[in-house]
């Protein structure tokens, strides 16, 4: 296993590719010999490919790992026209072929980004093997709807430090927080998001309706869901996996953000459940 203490880093090969009419920016690491499995890992809303930064050093080791920026995120194209969890999918899948990663594919998303795992799986049930959801955001209740655009709106119009606080207070309190270092610098990419690609994804987050594809599933599926996850406590997560065929359930001692708050913990739950 590689270290991966304090903030040590496992280098990416970083390229961008033209895909589905856009600019998409991607990274891969880990080994290279054959018959090493694909681990695709997708970010959350108001994250980046950078998200996985503490998780991809437990896996390099295990797994050729892929991750990209979503359209409008991190060094992707910044986007102004909707767009859908399919078309994030559909994004991936062509990356994966510009990289020259064939299938079978692990596929890992982190809460929004568990959506579009779920999407892609159900457009290639063939070369998807095994997902794992963690903190997974997969509907959104209509109350919280209008909470979700109105933050938007007000990211467009103040700009993302006008909504960080709020942000925060749910998704990486302070108790969660592994060490400042950690901390400071997820608080800065958040900062850093383009407010319209933010407002965007959160209104696809509010469209997505995944039932269909859910029940479909016939891969095994981990829902791993964080102690402390005040946005899908471990409750929530155990009722949700109620929707599945072929599921297991795990805890991390963690927030809503676990990829960053318990990267050992997260890593080590994956590859138990991909390599088993």
């Not at 049930?125 to 938007?152: F, G, H, I, K, M």
């Not at 599926?221 to 471990?234: K, V």
Request: with cysteine; aromatic share 8%.
């Amino acid at each position: 296993m590689t270290d991966a203490s304090g903030a040590e880093r496992t280098a990416m090969k970083r390229d961008w590719a033209e895909a589905n009419g856009l600019s998409l920016h991607y990274g891969v690491s880990g080994g290279e010999s054959a018959g090493t499995p694909t681990l695709v890992l997708i970010h959350e809303l108001a994250g980046t490919l950078e998200s996985w930064d503490h998780v991809v050093p437990y896996l390099v080791d295990d797994f050729r790992i892929f991750a990209s920026d979503q359209r409008g995120a991190g060094w992707s194209e910044k986007v102004r026209a909707p767009f859908s969890v399919d078309d994030l999918a559909a994004d991936i899948l062509v990356l994966l072929e510009r990289a020259r990663l064939p299938p079978p594919y692990f596929v890992a998303g982190v809460a929004s980004g568990a959506a579009v795992a779920v999407a892609l799986a159900a457009s290639r049930p063939q070369e998807v093997a095994a997902l794992a959801l963690l903190a997974p955001s997969l509907s959104v209740n209509p109350d919280r709807r209008n909470y979700l655009l109105d933050r938007s709106d007000k990211a467009m119009r103040d700009g993302m430090a006008s909504i960080i606080d709020v942000v925060f207070e749910k998704t990486y309190p302070r108790d969660a927080v592994p060490d400042a270092e950690t901390y400071a610098e997820h608080r800065a990419r958040f900062l850093a998001i383009d407010p319209v690609c933010y407002a965007l994804a959160n209104r696809m987050l509010t469209e997505v309706a995944l039932d269909e594809a859910i029940g479909a599933l016939t891969c095994p599926c981990l829902l791993l869901a964080g102690e402390h996850d005040e946005m899908r406590p471990p409750a929530y997560v155990r009722q949700l996996s109620t929707r599945f065929r072929n599921v297991e359930i795990a805890t991390v001692n963690s927030g809503h953000i676990m990829v960053v708050q318990a990267p050992g913990d997260v890593a080590e739950k994956l590859r138990r459940f991909f390599l088993k």
